[in-house]
């Protein structure tokens, strides 16, 4: 069956993270705090945001797309669009935009799908399931009232459509006087604020007093008659609003990065990248002068830029949180006002790897030599049964683009999803790439304490094996504020958290732009505060971002050379099995034929095929008829080898077959493992050359398995070691530090393995010896860090027996057997 397109949207989902739009730009910084800040006083119901599955042009090709995306698209079939709800609860489900007119919906099930979508599993991209608009109905901005024609007044954040002082009434008058009442009960409010505050929010008072002064000029104009439902509803959504906007500002409750401290010059810039679901045209706190605009791959069009309300919302929140302008009185603060931008739109197309090749090519041309892209999305999968779960397999043109952007030395910031579970093959995907840096959200848990003490990762953020770093990403109380249509509004998620340290990386670039792609990582992570331990570990990663720290560091920093495979480009890239993940050599198909298969008989079934040359595999290739030989059948370059293959297979004469694979003596980029003699002996120690194990040669064909697992019965292992931990095998059966034997196998908490010496469930080394030969086992290969063990990928299972002075009791020992 020929593989389906898995289409991935990049949305972000936290526990109840949501986006607040406020239409009208903030004119000054002080007037965001109460927004920033502010809290509904009422518990407002949260609309579960839904996940719409529609077809797109290509049959083959299903996204995932967000309902307040410009991808609405009418089905040519009588096919029921596919929702996937999100649960207000612990655990939050992918998650995208809600629109009103998109929550009705009707599930998938096996009875009403089609028999095609049924047979296969859709794998598509998501926004960061967490980062999601908030609810009409708890918006914590400050809704505007503008006077429109005929006198009417509309409210912006209500449906353009509706009037809110129509020509007739339903309600008694004496509730005229009622409204006129708390009206003024309002102003005085205002009038309390503008006299205790400082002048700069004497304005802003004052347009609010304006407004409602023209309503209660209304209202007493219309007093002899009845008033709507509707104006009721107004003056209860404006009285919850001033009740709001006098509140005292509540102190933002996520680490804040100061970046108009940094003033580095345009030249040291590197090209900032942003590929996410479209971007406003018209904000006013973004200099568009900036950006250079990428494809949409979405609506198939060169122009990512989307009306309000289509689904931007996310994608300028994620810009603005970047490269929002500084100091301008308007809006927010960015990271980075200088860089220059590049903007693409694919979360929701499911081609996010061509917008990343795109981007490449882009950087490349313009000369520069430094690039990062910001890529705040997950992976999902639609499966056979319509359900939606993350997926945890890169599909072969994401790794060839992903390394495309690492050979040309852009790098990558990656979100580590948002629904509290272990992260999908894009935030895992650091492991094999170290181009990419994985970035979780925090939340600050107490703002009276140090740093280290008061944050934590948010509960909504997913954690795992790759998790780099943590930064603020805001939660449902206080999300977090940024550019949002030509205003402002709120988002939480790890969305959120990836765009700062996109931001943070393009000014530790500024501040020494001769650093590689790995330093900056590395900066980045030697920087970070450390918050539950001293060490990397698979919740917090390494610890909290710490810019001001990073950019010290970097500047501090002697930039160094290091060895990289031969740049490639696009046109150079050989195809990649998609059975394999391994790359081929076109127009060749290697091909075993069973004894006693004649010349003419191998000869006229390759001419079946279509085969333009038949060569043996070697020169002195058997041609006896009576032994099996191989042979190279050769095809036009662009000959469809997947169809050739299948028919081969099914040949009586064949007896097995390959594609002409690429394959490689794999070099590890462990900056230590020229160390390492035992595995590769060059002399380099004065010994003999070639007296070792043949590491490379191995790794050539294979690298080890996490499906494989190794037990060191030692001094127990150092399983938080940034060179072990992603190696260290996990019991998913048991729940840390809960003292219950979760999984009945007669060992509490034995999460990592177990302590046989002081019969508990935390075997952490504490004489070095077991981390040692855990380490030539399995220290994790091509993390940039330290050494690498015979096994690159492996999952080590540390079992305590020996003490810290290296003895034990046989009773010990036959027990951790």
């Given at each position: 069956?020929?593989?389906?397109?898995?289409?991935v949207?990049?949305v972000?989902k936290?526990?109840?993270?949501?986006?607040?739009?406020a239409?009208?730009?903030?004119e000054s910084?002080?007037e965001?705090?109460?927004?920033?800040?502010?809290k509904?006083?009422?518990?407002?119901?949260?609309k579960?945001?839904?996940v719409s599955?529609?077809?797109?042009?290509k049959?083959?090709?299903?996204?995932?797309?967000?309902?307040?995306?410009?991808?609405?698209?009418?089905l040519?079939?009588?096919?029921?669009?596919?929702t996937?709800?999100?649960q207000?609860?612990?655990?939050?489900?992918?998650?995208?935009?809600?629109?009103d007119?998109?929550?009705?919906?009707?599930?998938?099930?096996?009875?009403?799908?089609?028999?095609?979508?049924?047979?296969?599993?859709?794998?598509?991209?998501?926004?960061?399931?967490?980062?999601?608009?908030?609810?009409?109905?708890?918006?914590?901005?400050l809704?505007t009232?503008?006077?429109?024609?005929?006198g009417?007044f509309?409210?912006?954040?209500?449906?353009?459509?509706?009037?809110?002082l129509?020509?007739?009434?339903?309600?008694d008058?004496?509730?005229a006087?009622?409204?006129?009442?708390?009206?003024?009960?309002?102003?005085?409010?205002?009038?309390d604020l503008?006299?205790?505050?400082?002048?700069s929010?004497g304005?802003?008072?004052?347009?609010?007093?304006?407004?409602?002064n023209?309503?209660?000029?209304?209202?007493?104009?219309?007093?002899?008659a009845?008033?709507?439902?509707?104006?009721?509803?107004?003056?209860?959504?404006?009285?919850?609003?001033i009740d709001?906007?006098?509140?005292?500002?509540i102190?933002q409750?996520?680490?804040?990065?100061?970046?108009?401290q940094?003033?580095?010059?345009?030249?040291?810039?590197?090209?900032?990248?942003?590929?996410?679901?479209?971007f406003?045209?018209?904000?006013p706190?973004?200099?568009?002068?900036?950006?250079?605009?990428?494809q949409d791959r979405?609506?198939?069009?060169?122009?990512?830029r989307?009306?309000?309300?289509?689904?931007?919302?996310?994608?300028?929140?994620?810009?603005?949180?970047?490269?929002a302008?500084?100091?301008?009185?308007?809006?927010?603060?960015g990271?980075n006002e200088?860089?220059?931008?590049?903007?693409?739109?694919a979360?929701g197309?499911?081609?996010?790897?061509?917008?990343l090749?795109e981007?490449?090519d882009f950087v490349?041309?313009?000369?520069?030599k430094?690039?990062?892209?910001?890529l705040?999305?997950?992976?999902?999968q639609?499966?056979?049964?319509?359900?939606?779960?993350?997926?945890?397999?890169l599909?072969?043109e994401?790794?060839?683009?992903?390394?495309?952007?690492?050979?040309?030395?852009?790098l990558?910031?990656?979100?580590?999803?948002n629904d509290?579970s272990?992260?999908?093959?894009?935030?895992?995907?650091?492991?094999k790439?170290?181009?990419?840096i994985?970035?979780?959200?925090?939340?600050?848990?107490n703002?009276?304490?140090?740093?280290?003490?008061?944050?934590?990762?948010a509960?909504?953020?997913?954690?795992?094996?790759?998790l780099?770093?943590?930064?603020p990403g805001?939660t449902?109380?206080n999300?977090?504020?940024s550019?949002?249509?030509?205003?402002?509004?709120?988002?939480a998620?790890?969305?959120?958290?990836?765009?700062?340290?996109t931001?943070?990386?393009?000014?530790?670039?500024?501040a020494?732009?001769?650093?590689?792609?790995?330093?900056?990582?590395?900066?980045?992570?030697d920087?970070?505060?450390?918050?539950?331990?001293?060490d990397w570990?698979?919740?917090?990663?390494i610890?909290?971002?710490?810019?001001?720290a990073?950019?010290?560091?970097?500047?501090?920093t002697?930039?160094?050379n290091?060895?990289k495979?031969?740049?490639?480009g696009?046109?150079?890239?050989?195809?990649?099995?998609?059975l394999?993940?391994?790359?081929?050599?076109?127009?060749?198909?290697l091909?075993?034929?069973k004894?006693?298969?004649?010349e003419?008989?191998?000869?006229m079934?390759?001419?079946?095929q279509?085969?333009?040359?038949?060569e043996?595999?070697?020169?002195?290739?058997?041609?006896d008829?009576?032994?099996?030989?191989?042979?190279?059948?050769?095809?036009?370059?662009?000959?469809?080898?997947e169809?050739?293959?299948a028919?081969?297979?099914?040949d009586s004469?064949?007896?097995?077959?390959?594609?002409?694979?690429?394959l490689?003596?794999?070099?590890?980029?462990?900056?230590?493992?020229?160390?390492?003699?035992?595995?590769?002996?060059?002399g380099?120690?004065?010994?003999?050359a070639?007296?070792d194990?043949?590491?490379p040669?191995?790794?050539?064909?294979?690298?080890?398995?996490?499906?494989?697992?190794?037990?060191?019965?030692?001094?127990g292992?150092?399983?938080r070691?940034?060179?072990?931990?992603?190696n260290?095998?996990?019991?998913?059966?048991?729940?840390?530090?809960?003292?219950?034997?979760?999984?009945?196998?007669g060992?509490?908490?034995?999460v990592?393995?177990?302590?046989?010496?002081?019969?508990?469930?935390?075997?952490?080394?504490?004489?070095g010896?077991?981390?040692?030969?855990?380490?030539?086992i399995?220290?994790v290969?091509n993390?940039?860090?330290?050494?690498?063990?015979v096994?690159?990928?492996?999952?080590?299972?540390?079992l305590?027996f020996?003490?810290?002075?290296g003895?034990w009791?046989?009773?010990?020992r036959?027990?951790s057997?």
């Open positions: 069956m020929v593989a389906t397109n898995v289409l949207t990049e972000e936290p526990e109840t993270t949501e986006l607040a739009l239409e009208n730009p903030v910084e002080k965001t705090k109460p927004i920033e800040a502010v509904s006083h009422k518990n407002a119901e949260v579960p945001p839904l599955v529609k077809e797109t042009e049959s083959e090709n299903t996204a995932v797309i967000s309902p307040e995306s410009s991808v609405d698209r009418t040519e079939e009588t096919q029921p669009a596919v996937v709800e999100s207000e609860s612990a655990e939050v489900k992918p998650s995208l935009p809600v629109k007119n998109d929550l009705e919906t009707v599930p998938v099930t096996a009875d009403n799908k089609s028999e095609e979508l049924q047979e296969r599993e859709i794998v598509s991209e998501t926004m960061v399931g967490s980062d999601r608009p908030i609810s009409q109905d708890s918006l914590p901005t809704p009232v503008d006077e429109a024609i005929e009417e509309i409210l912006e954040n209500f449906p353009p459509s509706v009037d809110i129509p020509a007739f009434s339903e309600v008058n004496s509730i006087a009622n409204l006129i009442a708390r009206l003024e009960s309002m102003k005085q409010s205002l009038n503008r006299s205790a505050d400082d002048p929010q304005s802003s008072s004052q347009d609010w007093i304006d407004r409602l023209k309503l209660t000029e209304t209202l007493l104009a219309n007093e002899s009845t008033v709507s439902d509707k104006t009721v509803a107004l003056v209860e959504k404006l009285e919850e609003t709001r906007l006098i509140q005292p500002p102190e409750p996520l680490q804040s990065i100061d970046a108009s940094f003033d580095f010059p345009l030249e040291n810039q590197p090209i900032i990248g942003v590929i996410d679901t479209g406003a045209g018209n904000n706190d973004i200099d568009y002068s900036r950006i250079t605009w990428g979405v609506d198939g069009d060169a122009d990512p989307i009306e309000p309300g289509k689904g931007n919302e996310h994608g300028t929140h994620v810009l603005g949180i970047i490269a302008t500084q100091n301008n009185a308007i809006g927010i603060n990271i200088k860089a220059p931008i590049w903007a693409g739109r979360i197309s499911g081609k996010w790897a061509e917008s090749v981007y490449v490349k041309a313009s000369g520069k430094n690039a990062v892209i910001n705040s999305m997950d992976l999902t639609v499966n056979p049964d319509g359900t939606t779960t993350t997926r945890y397999e599909t072969p994401e790794r060839s683009a992903i390394e495309y952007a690492r050979q040309n030395n852009v990558l910031a990656v979100p580590a999803g509290g272990v992260m999908s093959a894009l935030g895992q995907a650091s492991q790439f170290d181009n990419i994985t970035v979780g959200a925090a939340e600050r848990i703002d009276e304490i140090a740093i280290s003490k008061a944050f934590d990762r509960s909504y953020s997913s954690y795992g094996y790759g780099d770093v943590l930064a805001g449902i109380d999300p977090e504020l550019t949002v249509g030509d205003g402002v509004g709120m988002m998620g790890t969305s959120v958290a990836s765009a700062k340290v931001g943070a990386i393009s000014q530790v670039w500024a020494n732009p001769k650093l590689n792609y790995r330093q900056v990582i590395q900066i980045i992570k920087t970070a505060t450390d918050l539950k331990s001293p570990d698979e919740e917090s990663g610890g909290l971002l710490n810019v001001a990073a950019v010290d560091l970097a500047i501090a002697e930039p160094i290091f060895p495979d031969d740049v490639i696009p046109g150079d890239r050989l195809p990649v099995d998609p394999t993940g391994v790359e081929y050599k076109p127009g060749e198909i091909v075993k034929f004894p006693g298969v004649t003419t008989e191998i000869s079934l390759a001419q079946t279509g085969a333009i040359a038949l043996n595999l070697f020169v002195g290739s058997p041609t008829s009576t032994n099996g030989q191989w042979k190279v059948l050769k095809f036009e370059p662009n000959a469809d080898l169809l050739i293959r028919a081969l297979a099914l004469n064949v007896a097995g077959l390959e594609l002409n694979y690429k490689s003596i794999n070099a590890t980029r462990d900056p230590m493992v020229n160390s390492l003699w035992g595995l590769n002996n060059t380099q120690t004065g010994g003999s070639d007296a194990i043949d590491a040669e191995a790794w050539g064909i294979q690298t080890g398995s996490k499906d494989v697992t190794v037990a060191v019965i030692d001094t292992g150092d399983y070691h940034q060179d072990l931990a992603a260290t095998w996990r019991n998913t059966g048991e729940i840390a530090g809960n003292g219950v034997d979760d999984d009945n196998n060992f509490v908490d034995d990592h393995g177990y302590d046989f010496v002081n019969t508990d469930g935390d075997p952490m080394d504490d004489e010896h077991g981390t040692h030969v855990a380490g030539t399995g220290a290969g993390n940039n860090i330290g050494v690498v063990g096994n690159h990928n492996v999952s080590l299972m540390h305590k020996l003490d810290s002075g003895f009791f046989y009773r010990q036959c027990a057997n």
